[in-house]
């Protein structure tokens, strides 16, 4: 691990533990969306990265979704985050029970809006009507459904189907992004070099109607070009 690698992680170690602990201290949604964004813009800046949106005339401003993503890097929600700065839309991120625990994250993600998930529970009904919740509230529900992070040479890994089931449940249209470039690479590039500038494209896709009833990881691939390998 080099120095600046070191020197990253205990500053991405702050952000993440002073952005939860004022996260903590609020529960309206519109401070939340502030706050998640100034996070995401201090942790993008301290790596040198910038973040171009493609097809930005397709993002609706306002509306509740299932957003789901491709996911390949732990800076993936910050990114997303950046790409909805002009918006109203925020939600809850759909979470693993590692992130609720984890030292790094824990804080950030337990007061930041999520929803978590068990994978080891038998049962899923505390989840969906957790995400129903959200809903109620008025909020998008964010999801990467290929589950976890994509760490094959393949461009897009088998998504879950939980995903589809969340829209159907709640009657919200789904808002795919498709994150372009490879940021687990731009992530390892920027621990390497301070000084190296990066930008990272994220491309804005079609609105899916919840009632859609074709494969979604099919879809998805279609839609940004996506080859099966």
Known sequence: MTFNAIKQAIHGLYLTNSFGLRLKRTSDATQKKKLRLGYSVAQLNALNISVKLENEEKLPMDG???IVINHKSIIDPPLVEVALTKTNL?????SKKELYNSFFFGLFVRNGGSILLDREKSQ?????ADTKKAVKRGESIFIFPEGTRNKTGKM???FKEGARIIALKNR??????????????VLSNALNDKNLKQEVTLVVGDLIAYKD????????REMFGLEEN
């Open 124 to 128: 899923m009904s505390s989840f969906f």
């Open 90 to 94: 925020f939600g809850s991120w759909i």
């Open 156 to 158: 897009l890994t088998p």
């Open 172 to 185: 919200i249209p789904i808002l795919p992004l498709y994150i372009k470039t490879h940021a687990n690479e």
């Open 64 to 66: 509740q979704y299932l």
């Open 213 to 220: 009833k074709r494969n979604l990881e099919e879809v998805y």
